[in-house]
């Protein structure tokens, strides 16, 4: 039986056509050792099985494909592992296109310590910038800031919150001792288990600028909204399971935001009533910023709207506004200064 160094993991739902732009960048890898792919169909109803049969005719590398009653990301990668027999499983969405060196660089970087995760870059199709919709520019834009903090020194490393299922990759023997993804989020799922990964295992995280992924997220607006939402809520849910650890998080979502943001989100969080016409002005704001190419301008405006969203998703998991800032902020979390909080939100993503 061949000997797998890695096993490229792909969780896919309805999304044909791109998958088919990284199965292609699947077959221009330059990895020289063995490898296998498995992809998990997660209830795909739009042709997924059909256009995976044909491309497994002609691929160079092993293809194991399986597919499922719809059950959510953390359990198609689950089964992707199961299936496995890979020493490496490196994760990779199915709207992200490996670069050439994208496999050989997760397997080197696993070569000199078995205590590693390795995480590479998901940058934007500098093609479509001016087709994708400004939350999607945001997003970019978000990533863009991580990797610029690396790269210039002010993050000495990643960590387990930096761990994006999307582009990352572990040992699978660290995966089955923790017992793979928790099935029961449905968003966050990637860092929660690094997260556990790092305290049971050891494992630390290391950036890869070179192990890169070309990122074309297909997303709506209010699907992006979904997102700060849900990572508020869990993060809560988090904070009460793990003895605080998660705590200072959520206190970050808003005492080092800065006095706008705040502001908003205090009003959000008393009257909520008002947050849908909030959202909407400022989704417009940030819309025709983007659209005339003031882009600082345009993301600033979907920070805000981000990070009120957390807050919100935070505060419904509590028990409401007044319990969120009762519980987690004292009076002196008001007091941040203006340059205190400049300095936090040029690093610190959300």
């Known amino acids: 039986m061949t000997n797998f160094q890695v096993s490229v993991v792909v969780p896919t739902y309805n999304r044909?056509?791109?998958?088919?732009?990284?199965?292609?960048?699947?077959?221009?890898?330059?990895?020289?050792?063995?490898?296998?792919?498995?992809?998990?169909?997660?209830?795909?109803?739009?042709?997924?099985?059909?256009r995976m049969k044909k491309f497994a005719l002609s691929a160079p590398f092993p293809i194991r494909f399986v597919a499922q009653e719809n059950a959510g990301p953390a359990r198609a990668r689950n089964r992707g592992v199961s299936m496995s027999r890979g020493e490496v499983v490196l994760f990779l969405d199915d709207d992200v296109e490996p670069t050439a060196s994208f496999v050989s660089r997760h397997a080197a970087g696993h070569a000199d310590a078995s205590d590693i995760a390795v995480i590479g870059p998901m940058l934007p199709d500098p093609d479509r910038r001016s087709s994708e919709p400004v939350w999607t520019g945001w997003?970019?834009?978000?990533?863009?800031?991580?990797?610029?903090?690396?790269?210039?020194?002010?993050?000495?490393?990643?960590?387990?919150?930096?761990?994006?299922?999307?582009?990352?990759?572990?040992?699978?023997?660290?995966?089955?001792?923790?017992?793979?993804?928790?099935?029961?989020?449905?968003?966050?799922?990637?860092?929660?288990?690094?997260?556990?990964?790092?305290?049971?295992?050891?494992?630390?995280?290391?950036?890869d600028a070179q192990a890169v992924g070309i990122h074309r997220p297909v997303r709506s607006f209010e699907g992006w909204l979904k997102i700060p939402f849900a990572y508020g809520s869990l993060d809560i849910t988090r904070a009460q399971a793990d003895g605080g650890r998660t705590w200072e998080r959520v206190r970050h979502g808003y005492r080092d935001r800065n006095r706008a943001t705040r502001f908003i989100a205090d009003l959000c969080l008393s009257a909520p009533f008002v947050s849908a016409p909030i959202r909407a002005t400022l989704l417009a704001g940030a819309k025709v910023a983007y659209n005339s190419g003031k882009d600082p301008a345009a993301f600033a405006l979907l920070s805000a709207l981000y990070n009120v969203r957390y807050l919100e998703g935070a505060a419904k998991a509590i028990g409401g506004g007044d319990a969120l800032r009762h519980t987690l902020f004292p009076a002196r979390a008001y007091e941040v200064t203006n340059a205190q909080a400049r300095e936090q939100q040029s690093v610190e993503v959300f």
């Open 16 to 50: 044909c056509d791109s998958l088919e732009v990284m199965l292609s960048g699947l077959m221009r890898q330059d990895f020289e050792g063995a490898w296998e792919l498995i992809v998990v169909s997660d209830g795909s109803t739009d042709g997924t099985a059909r």
């Open 139 to 207: 997003e970019h834009a978000m990533l863009q800031k991580q990797y610029d903090a690396w790269a210039a020194g002010v993050w000495k490393g990643a960590g387990a919150h930096h761990f994006y299922s999307g582009n990352a990759s572990v040992r699978r023997e660290h995966l089955e001792a923790v017992g793979g993804f928790n099935e029961a989020f449905g968003r966050q799922e990637d860092v929660e288990l690094a997260v556990r990964l790092e305290k049971e295992c050891g494992i630390r995280f290391r950036y």
